[in-house]
């Protein structure tokens, strides 16, 4: 089975091609199991839970009809999630918010998740969910060394304080390359790119948005509308390539 990874904005009618794979790899681990209709977790640790959880798990129900088994968590950003939520499924997916407080909430499940995946239960990541799978995950910083290397929002009352540090924390270890989301659309392909150059991750990918990324079986296919960018050191530099959709 496979993990896959969306780069995020991919919640239209149009987007369901992004999510088909997932979904008939649950199926087929469903039926292996004697399921007639495969039992997905989706959590969610989104500031709007309920919601995200809702619109995640409509999307994975809109690729087969009625025909799968929606067990939805929807948890305060941070909380951890228990044991219970990713007991006896057949796919878990894990939908966006702020990567710091999606990778603290599943931090109790990491082993648990990388048994699962290992033993042929598929994994989704939408954004944040992308990220924290993950070896080493990027948190949200803009700087390194306190130099710029992303787009900053101002701050509230227009000022313009430095950002924050970007800093690796330990992921699920699904994925042995740190994961970049919502590349070309905010502006992160520099921040990838300067992560490796300083030596801070080892190689990276960066998903464009409503665009996924599926690691399986030694391979990397690419399906979506944007690109997957393949950022790896040189002698001098880094390598920046893309893998085509």
Do not use: C
Request: net charge negative; charged share 20%.
């Amino acid at each position: 089975m496979s993990v896959h990874l969306l780069g995020g904005r991919a919640a239209t009618a149009e987007d369901l091609a992004l999510y088909a794979p997932f979904v008939a790899e649950a199926a087929a681990r469903g039926n292996a199991a004697g399921r007639a209709r495969p039992r997905i977790a989706v959590i969610s640790l989104h500031p709007e839970a309920h919601e995200k959880a809702a619109e995640l798990a409509g999307l994975l129900t809109a690729v087969d009809g009625d025909g799968i088994d929606v067990h939805a968590t929807a948890g305060r950003p941070g909380q951890p999630v228990a044991l219970s939520a990713i007991a006896d499924v057949d796919g878990i997916a894990v939908g966006g918010g702020f990567v710091e407080e999606v990778r603290a909430g599943l931090e109790p499940l990491f082993g648990e998740l990388r048994r699962q995946v290992a033993d042929g239960v598929p994994y989704l990541g939408v954004s944040a969910g992308a990220m924290v799978a993950a070896e080493g995950s990027l948190g949200s910083g803009s700087r390194i060394g306190g130099v710029l290397v992303a787009p900053e929002e101002p701050a509230a009352d227009g000022s313009a304080e430095p950002g924050q540090e970007l800093e690796i924390e330990s992921g699920i270890g699904l994925v042995d390359v740190a994961i970049e989301v919502h590349v070309a659309q905010r502006g992160m392909l520099s921040r990838l790119v300067a992560a490796v150059e300083s030596g801070l991750i080892s190689g990276g990918l960066g998903i464009d948005e409503r665009t996924a990324l599926i690691v399986g079986d030694g391979r990397l296919s690419a399906v979506g509308t944007g690109s997957v960018w393949r950022v790896l050191p040189t002698e001098g530099g880094v390598l920046v390539s893309t893998i085509g959709v």
